[in-house]
């Protein structure tokens, strides 16, 4: 097996790096160990490891003191002249032989050994190290300049001693030996950060610049980098998340990244390239998805992005074909690390859970959706700018909104934890749901005025069809399950229902093959509407009665109050009117009254109190009969009130919220 090649040798000196020497040196020479307590010790031992690894920004002079101090049991007599010692006094160098004498002392912390001897090893002592080596590397300019930076920087400066150095043979004077590292300029990771943060702000020419700068840079000592198909791939990547789908297409990004690939003999970045194109949608409409098969190389979310394609009703395949491929990614994730030894992602070990909550909720089990979220939301991070989180907690907000939790769904997803770690992409999907929530309350009140006066003209980006949560209004047929049951409830509405009993009976025949379950039940339940006007009452009462084990649990609040709806009036249709019929028939009534006072559905709420009023009349029960009249004359007001709204405080102040953090965002 070859060798990997070497990490970069060059490294230069900051002056943060004195003042870790500093405490290591008080640590370790100046001072016995004995005199500090052990969770001391654990404490800046942690601090420095910190500072060491340099994974993030290096810590300020009195930011640094003031991590020290916080370390308990830094008050003992042991640590105070510890701390006595670390004063900008005793620390600061008057001379370049002050600073010299410093780093040979510095030299007598680590004993270097001859190759294959084995020793003892220290991430403090490689630290110690390389800046003793570092500073030998400097001229005199050098060590004068890094000695006024060092001043500069215990008074506070934050800018001094961390300028970006042009390495070339002639201006370059800061170093007296020069190893070849240092007489070529080496790729440096800043111009990615650059192009990451133009993607999250949505600035496509920052990250396009950005994402040149960082290819262009010197790699190694070859002719050709051998990067460009990773640039292209990346610039791909990003129109891609920009729904860019053309630009993503076009032979200049990832047509030409696929040559690039099979030209380098780079398999891995090729499978990466097909795989973006599989994502991205075909060029001639109502042509099925490409599939991606098993194979070496291939990623477990290429095959969990399969599951998507799955789940497009108009696919035509049962949930049965999307649940094998989840088991055939699990699979290939466990292959993936295991064997092929590829490093371990949090957001990829927990993506299938993801994929499986939302599988399961198109398949009508609303438990087990929940159950899948909750493992997602248990191990994400908190913040974080994961989309297996950001996609859970959508999900979750508006099947609390659909229980009729609409100001609680919007809380939730207001919370600072939630968009905090937003990308701008991830917080079109964000505003958008808050909008989807505000717009399904305003259809379910009858805020017609509302919606066109203020939430038409507030919707951001995104997806939306007003088929639904509204009737009569124009859109392009895109399911061949929820569009024919909308026409079905449309006609409902003008009681022409009966002429759309072949395109209900299509959209069951299509859900109940493709396991959509909560589907095929609302099928059901309007099919039982409508055998009533045929006077199959017995029949349609059987139906309802075989599916209200499933729909009583109230997963869909929505749908149980139809349901309790529709089979009390099948119920008091079948025993002929009787009185023991409508006495059977008031439970439901009463459930589904309390279910739509709950969501809020005022006009089926005005019905189901208008009936109920009724039967009580025929029952001769005046106080309940007046109690339900009164609980419907209320419900008209709130439907007249309704009506006339446009604006509301709450409501203004939520979409404030948005923007504000719109704007937070494209500012980082």
């Not at 600073?99 to 090893?121: A, P």
């Not at 649940?323 to 466990?334: H, R, S, W």
Request: charged share 25%; with cysteine; aromatic share 10%.
């Amino acid at each position: 097996m070859e060798e990997p090649e070497p990490p970069p040798t060059a490294h230069t000196l900051r002056p943060h790096h004195i003042s870790i020497l500093m405490v290591i040196m008080l640590l370790y020479r100046h001072y016995p160990r004995k005199r500090f307590h052990p969770s001391f010790l654990i404490r800046v031992h942690k601090i420095l490891l910190q500072e060491i690894v340099e994974v993030t920004p290096p810590m300020s002079f009195h930011k640094l003191l003031e991590a020290l101090k916080a370390a308990p049991h830094s008050n003992d007599d042991g640590a105070i002249p510890f701390f006595e010692s670390l004063k900008p006094k005793y620390m600061d160098f008057v001379s370049v032989d002050h600073m010299t004498n410093f780093f040979h002392g510095v030299s007598y912390l680590y004993v270097d050994h001859k190759g294959g001897e084995e020793s003892r090893r220290s991430m403090f002592g490689y630290f110690c190290r390389r800046a003793v080596v570092s500073y030998m590397k400097l001229s005199f300019a050098g060590v004068s300049k890094l000695r006024i930076d060092y001043h500069e920087w215990l008074n506070g400066g934050t800018t001094a001693g961390y300028e970006h150095f042009q390495r070339d043979l002639i201006t370059y004077d800061s170093l007296l030996l020069k190893t070849h590292a240092d007489e070529d300029p080496q790729a440096e990771p800043d111009a990615y950060s650059d192009f990451e943060r133009g993607l999250a702000i949505g600035d496509s020419n920052l990250a396009s610049e950005n994402l040149r700068r960082f290819f262009e840079q010197h790699f190694h000592e070859g002719s050709d980098s051998g990067m460009r198909q990773h640039a292209l791939l990346n610039l791909s990547r990003m129109h891609y998340l920009r729904h860019e789908y053309t630009a993503a297409r076009k032979v200049f990004f990832l047509v030409e990244a696929i040559e690039m690939s099979r030209l380098a003999g780079d398999k891995e970045t090729l499978q990466h390239c097909q795989g973006l194109l599989h994502r991205l949608p075909p060029k001639q409409k109502n042509s099925k998805p490409a599939i991606n098969e098993i194979q070496p190389g291939l990623h477990p979310i290429e095959v969990l992005f399969d599951v998507e394609k799955l789940l497009r009703v108009n696919s035509g395949q049962p949930l049965s074909a999307a649940f094998e491929k989840i088991i055939q990614a699990i699979g290939l994730y466990d292959h993936w690390i295991d064997v092929q030894g590829n490093h371990l992602d949090d957001a990829e070990q927990w993506s299938q859970h993801a994929v499986q909550s939302v599988v399961w909720s198109a398949a009508g089990c609303e438990k087990l959706a929940i159950v899948e979220e909750n493992i997602v939301t248990a191990f994400a991070e908190v913040g974080g700018d994961s989309n297996n989180a950001i996609t859970i907690t959508l999900n979750r907000a508006y099947r609390n909104a659909r229980q009729g939790r609409y100001q609680g769904a919007i809380a939730v997803l207001l919370e600072p934890n939630v968009w905090r770690g937003l990308s701008l992409n991830d917080y079109s999907k964000w505003a958008s749901q808050i909008w989807h929530i505000l717009v399904l309350r305003a259809s379910r009140r009858g805020q017609q005025r509302q919606y066109h006066d203020l939430l038409k003209t507030m919707r951001p980006a995104g997806s939306f069809n007003p088929r639904d949560y509204f009737f009569n209004v124009s859109a392009s047929i895109i399911s061949n399950i929820r569009d024919p049951l909308y026409e079905f409830l449309q006609m409902q509405q003008v009681g022409q229902a009966a002429t759309t009993v072949e395109q209900l009976l299509r959209a069951l025949w299509h859900s109940e093959f493709q396991g959509r379950y909560g589907s095929y039940r609302t099928g059901l339940i309007l099919l039982a509407d409508i055998g009533l006007e045929f006077g199959m009452t017995k029949r349609c009462k059987r139906i309802l009665e075989e599916i209200m084990p499933q729909v009583i649990d109230g997963d869909d609040l929505e749908q149980r109050a139809l349901a309790c709806f529709t089979l009390a009036r099948c119920t008091i249709a079948a025993g002929e009117q009787s009185p023991e019929s409508i006495r059977e028939a008031l439970p439901y009534l009463d459930i589904a009254e309390k279910d739509y006072t709950t969501l809020e559905i005022l006009r089926s709420l005005a019905d189901v109190q208008f009936f109920t009023s009724v039967l009580y009349h025929n029952l001769n029960m005046v106080e309940e009969r007046d109690a339900a009249a009164r609980r419907h004359l209320k419900t008209e007001e709130a439907m007249q009130e309704a009506a006339v709204v446009v604006a509301e405080g709450w409501i203004d102040q939520v979409w404030e919220l948005v923007l504000d953090v719109g704007a937070a965002i494209a500012k980082r």
